[in-house]
């Protein structure tokens, strides 16, 4: 089992950039695959960001983050970031990470129904 924590969010004006990271506790983290959605104010959680377990060879991202968004592990420190450049004010919404056992395959994973562990969220606005 994993727990989830997520920080680095907060209010920034359009065009700047934050790093979210996602710090797991327990074991075997590096055969995790990660994700990262978000959910804005009366919109269901959407998918944003996925990397592969081990080496995180494998990333995918939802189309309207592509080229601004990335999405990187460092497995040493059991954590997984979200590099957010040219941030938007769409871009506002509670950002949650998300894992799922992956041992056997490098595939990423994009749906929420794919992920049994979540964080608990943070906030990121954008302002205009």
């Known amino acids: 089992q994993v727990q989830l924590v997520e920080s680095g969010g907060g209010l920034v004006e359009a065009g700047g950039s934050l790093r979210l990271s996602c710090a797991a506790s327990?074991?075997?983290?590096?055969?995790?695959?990660m994700g990262w959605f978000r959910q804005a104010p009366g919109k269901e959680r959407e998918f944003v960001a996925a990397?592969?377990?081990?080496?995180?060879?494998?990333?995918y991202y939802t189309d309207s983050v592509k080229g601004r968004f990335t999405i990187s592990r460092d497995n040493a420190k059991n954590t997984v970031y979200l590099q957010m450049n040219d941030l938007k004010p769409e871009d506002t919404a509670v950002y949650y990470c998300?894992?799922?056992?992956?041992?056997?395959?490098?595939?990423?994973?994009?749906?929420?129904?794919?992920?049994?562990?979540w964080g608990q969220g943070t906030q990121v606005t954008v302002s205009s």
């Open positions: 998300a894992a799922s056992r992956s041992p056997l395959t490098a595939r990423v994973k994009i749906q929420s129904n794919e992920y049994a562990y």
């Open positions: 990397i592969s377990s081990w080496n995180g060879g494998n990333t």
């Open positions: 327990g074991r075997d983290f590096s055969s995790y695959a």
